[in-house]
């Protein structure tokens, strides 16, 4: 097999991908499970990530693809990485995120483990993976893919789609699907704003009087 590598395809429009800045992810969650990424976690907390997918095939133990797909993108993208082959393999580590950042990108995600864990933490650029272990890839240039189909946590994602994510987990959305779901979202996160306040106004009264 050998490594097979396609163009980026244009990500969602910048109008929608800002209009999505202030949506949660379980705001997406309350409305549909279409796209959620299961078993996909945050590494740290406080995190939030935003972007137009650039999708990344690793056969395991053979990362050397992810080179490609990091100079396949653009500032703003998020890798999305399925990993092929053996489960405690990890393609992803400290001199990556350090590319990563280098490049501009605003996550990734890893379905399979990440290592030197304490540095992606310290460096924090938007990780979601499954886990962590000290047996990592290597770079033999024999088989993967770029931008094309691949499947996380159950979801099949393509080139181009929008990355969701926080603490809560990642979503993945197509770009009619998130056209479709912006009002309803943009309605439930308003209404969660109003009823936000007024619980806080009432438990800032209720504090006051004990």
């Given amino acids: 097999m050998t490594q097979r590598i396609a163009a ?13 800045r202030g949506i949660a992810s379980s705001t997406i969650g309350h409305l549909s499970d279409s796209g959620y990424l299961r078993g996909i976690r945050p590494l740290f907390d406080d995190i939030r990530m935003l972007g137009s997918v650039v999708t990344v095939k690793v056969f395991t133990p053979d990362g ?3 080179r490609e797909a990091l100079l396949a993108s653009e500032p703003g993208d998020v890798l999305v990485i399925e990993c ?41 650029l938007p990780l979601f993976c499954r886990g962590a272990s000290a047996f990592t890839t290597r770079s033999l240039g024999l088989a993967g ?33 998130a056209e479709e779901l912006l009002p309803a979202l943009l309605a439930k996160e308003r209404a969660d704003q109003l009823r936000r306040e007024e619980l806080l106004h009432r438990l800032a009264a209720c504090r006051l009087l004990g």
Wanted: with cysteine.
């Fill in 84 to 124: 092929v082959g053996d489960d405690d393999c990890a393609c992803w580590g400290e001199l990556r995120t350090l590319a990563g950042l280098v490049k501009g990108l605003a996550g990734v995600v890893v379905a399979g483990p990440v290592t030197d864990v304490g540095a992606l933490r310290r460096h924090r």
């Fill in 64 to 66: 050397s693809v992810i």
């Fill in 8 to 20: 980026r395809r244009p990500g969602v429009g910048n109008e929608l991908l800002q209009a999505y």
């Fill in 145 to 177: 893919e770029v931008n094309l189909p691949v499947e996380v946590g159950g979801v099949r994602v393509q080139p181009g789609d929008l990355a969701i994510g926080d603490d809560d987990g990642v979503f993945i959305l197509g770009a009619q699907q």
